[in-house]
């Protein structure tokens, strides 16, 4: 079974058409991955259906790394 961490990276390399190898904790979403801001947003929305949580739009507008995201999905997967 992937991890969650696994499935982030999968999302990820799915929405912005990335090989998950390329996807490492520390990257920037927009510097590194190209992301841009509704890319990020997507990606949110995406993993909010994945884990079946909701994300605060503030918390959406903190991210910046795939480490970000990581957080974010523990936060809200451990209530």
């Given at each position: 079974m992937a991890t969650k961490q696994?499935?982030?990276?999968?999302l990820i390399a799915q929405k912005l058409n990335l090989d998950e190898n390329d996807i490492t904790p520390e990257?920037?979403?927009?510097?590194?991955?190209?992301?841009?801001?509704?890319?990020?947003?997507?990606?949110?929305?995406?993993l909010?259906?994945?884990?079946?949580?909701?994300?605060?739009e503030s918390e959406t507008k903190k991210i910046q790394t795939v480490?970000?995201?990581?957080?974010?999905?523990?936060k809200h997967?451990?209530?």
């Open positions: 696994e499935k982030t990276r999968a990257k920037s979403l927009n510097n590194d991955l190209g992301a841009d801001s509704l890319d990020v947003v997507e990606v949110a929305l995406m909010e259906r994945e884990f079946n949580v909701k994300f605060e480490s970000d995201l990581y957080a974010l999905i523990e997967t451990k209530k």
